[in-house]
């Protein structure tokens, strides 16, 4: 198995390497989704808004990463969180 195998596996364990770009993603998604639930009851609050679109910027810059170094688990990350895939990929 090559290396870019053993990082599927390890993704799909939800081993915590904050480091792994797949991480990094699914704990934005996590944060993406608390903002959210919170912006439901507190509408007003500007500042969470924009910290929610700062994060959706990270996310979707951290997804274009992974679709260019690695399709397959591009595919599995979007699979397993349930989000949509970037424009045109």
Known sequence: MNIQGS???????????TGFTA????????????????????PKDY???IGLWKLLGK???????????NTGLYLKVLM????RGLKGR
């Not at 990082?7 to 390497?17: A, E, G, K, M, P």
């Not at 996310?59 to 170094?69: I, M, N, P, V």
């Not at 397993?80 to 989000?83: A, E, P, R, T, Y």
């Open 59 to 69: 996310r979707k810059r951290l997804l274009t990463y992974l679709s260019g170094k």
């Open 80 to 83: 397993k969180l349930g989000i």
């Open 7 to 17: 990082t599927d596996v390890r993704f799909l364990n939800d081993n915590q390497n």
């Open 47 to 49: 500042s969470s808004e």
């Open 23 to 42: 991480f990094q993603i699914y704990y934005s998604t996590y944060r993406v989704s608390r903002l959210t639930y919170h912006l439901e009851s507190h």
